[in-house]
């Protein structure tokens, strides 16, 4: 779903105080030691099992997920307490990296590159937030996923983050922000104080945001189509436009879906499975207490990710590991030197309404509208059960990049997306066995596993 991702979310309550690679050594231990790897996946099962066995009956009785999943493990049972120092000190080697605390125009600026702050009004009243690095290349529109932000695409640095490498083609590169997130808090008439600010999901951000953010992108740069990219909800809001307002395909040559999220019934993210079951009540539950906005950028959530953390090694291996429950476990690909930056920018605050909608998806093994209950989507919808979306209507060419060990976007469940899409013209499996959800972003070999291909389908639409 995910920043983005579900948990994109976790990844960012995560830690911000010091954590690091055990770079060099750690990782050359867990990708290359055959013990560690047998261990690893021997601990994944009573991992695996045990989550299974908790979720089963309530996932069931909730009217969805019936099968045993398998996880990775988290932390490897070798010698870590001896590699934290080594990690740590990784860590903390990039800790005051001025890059964490530049805003995102700063950011750009800083590394050489042009750029425009531009602002859209939707058709519901929300104020967006679009940055433009400009070219006189066709246009891409990049957007992030859940609690991220078009910060996104450029915190993984000049060498690997998607919207510089674009820029340096000379694409005219755009990055949208979703309605709540930390640049688009504005509305003509609400404000985020109030509850009914929040009251959206993921399909809102499809139905309105993406065609106003397109809309204005194509006019700015006088052109009459794009190349989309998007991440997790970046590809759950852009099935959402291409299928409700079918007029939008016209105006896309190409969308490519990094880790893309519609149906999420094999998720295997112990917290997504953990959660899922319990989803509508913990929907009340927040609305009763006044809690409509998840995981914000202020203030409060910057000293919750130290309190979370702490500055103890363990602490950190342990803050670290939640990113792996939540994403799939992979330090092969973990740039721990830019963790600094990464927690510096992220998250970046969303509806809890919209993690809610996709809890309702995991459970329904369908990929469907909000579901308000029984009396309200009658009233709504006209029916009882909430309609799905016709992803067949979708004719804009697809393109589907997933993985083997995404938590949160499972292949089975790109497969069955990828069977119901209306123009699914390529699918394609990143050659790296532990690449997980966040990696589809900072990736430290992002050139090579994702890049490369991404560059190639570019050039032939």
Same mark, same amino acid.
């Given at each position: 779903m995910i920043a983005s991702g579900f948990i994109f979310t976790v990844l960012i309550i995560s830690c911000n105080g010091q954590l690091n690679t055990f770079t060099s050594l750690f990782?050359?231990?867990?990708?290359?030691?055959?013990?560690?790897? !047998?261990?690893?996946?021997?601990?994944?099962?009573?991992?695996?099992?045990?989550?299974?066995?908790?979720?089963? !009956?309530?996932?069931?009785?909730?009217?969805?997920?019936?099968?045993?999943?398998?996880?990775?493990?988290?932390? @490897?049972?070798?010698?870590?307490? $001896? *590699?934290? #120092?080594? !990690?740590?000190?990784? +860590?903390?080697?990039?800790?005051?990296?001025? $890059?964490?605390? /530049?805003?995102?125009? #700063? &950011?750009?600026?800083?590394? %050489?590159?042009? =750029?425009?702050?531009?602002?859209v009004q939707t058709e519901d009243g929300y104020i967006l937030s679009l940055y433009r690095i400009p070219n006189n290349g066709s246009v891409i529109f990049l957007m992030h996923g859940l609690l991220g932000s078009a910060d996104d695409y450029v915190i993984a640095g000049p060498e690997s983050g998607l919207a510089y490498l674009l820029a340096k083609e000379g694409y005219d590169v755009w990055m949208g922000n979703a309605r709540g997130n930390k640049h688009s808090r504005n509305h003509v008439e609400l404000n985020p104080s109030q509850s009914d600010f929040w009251d959206f999901t993921w399909h809102e951000i499809g139905f309105y945001d993406l065609p106003a953010m397109i809309d204005y992108a194509l006019e700015t740069s006088n052109c009459k189509t794009l190349k989309y990219i998007g991440h997790s909800q970046g590809t759950t809001a852009f099935f959402v436009m291409a299928s409700e307002k079918t007029e939008y395909n016209d105006k896309i040559n190409l969308m490519i879906a /990094?880790?893309?999220?519609?149906?999420?019934?094999?998720?295997?993210?112990? =917290?997504v499975r953990l959660l899922a079951p319990g989803g509508p009540l913990i929907h009340s539950v927040t609305k009763t207490l006044g809690i409509y906005e998840f995981l914000p950028d202020n203030a409060m959530m910057r000293i919750l990710k130290r309190l979370m953390c702490g500055n103890g090694a363990i602490a950190e291996i342990l803050c670290n590991n939640i990113i792996f429950l939540a994403a799939g476990f992979d &330090? %092969?690909?973990?740039?721990?030197?830019?963790?600094?930056?990464? +927690?510096?920018?992220t998250p970046s605050g969303a509806s809890a309404k919209q993690i809610a909608h996709y809890g309702q998806n995991v459970v329904s093994n369908e990929f469907r509208k !909000? #579901?308000?209950?029984?009396?309200?989507?009658? &009233?709504?919808?006209?029916? @009882?059960?909430?309609?799905?979306?016709? *992803?067949?209507?979708?004719?804009?060419?697809?393109?589907?990049?997933? @993985?083997?060990? #995404?938590?949160?976007?499972?292949?089975?469940?790109?497969?069955?997306?990828?069977?119901?899409? %209306?123009?699914? =013209?390529?699918?394609?499996k990143i050659p790296y066995d532990q690449f997980n959800h966040i990696d589809f972003l900072f990736a430290k070999d992002f050139k090579k596993l994702i890049y490369k291909r991404l560059r190639k389908l570019l050039s032939l639409f």
């Open positions: 990782t050359d231990v867990w990708t290359k030691n055959p013990i560690v790897k !047998f261990t690893a996946r021997a601990s994944s099962e009573v991992i695996a099992n045990t989550v299974d066995t908790i979720t089963k !009956f309530p996932i069931a009785v909730a009217g969805a997920l019936t099968q045993g999943y398998n996880f990775p493990t988290l932390i @490897s049972p070798t010698n870590v307490i $001896d *590699l934290t #120092d080594k !990690f740590v000190a990784e +860590f903390n080697s990039n800790l005051n990296n001025e $890059d964490a605390n /530049l805003n995102i125009g #700063d &950011l750009i600026v800083k590394y %050489g590159f042009e =750029v425009e702050k531009h602002k /990094l880790s893309p999220v519609a149906f999420m019934a094999n998720a295997k993210s112990p =917290v &330090l %092969g690909q973990l740039n721990v030197t830019n963790l600094p930056v990464m +927690f510096g920018h !909000f #579901d308000y209950g029984l009396s309200e989507n009658l &009233l709504r919808y006209g029916k @009882s059960p909430p309609p799905s979306y016709t *992803l067949e209507q979708i004719s804009a060419p697809v393109s589907l990049f997933y @993985s083997e060990a #995404d938590w949160l976007a499972h292949p089975d469940d790109v497969n069955k997306l990828f069977n119901e899409l %209306g123009n699914a =013209v390529d699918i394609y």
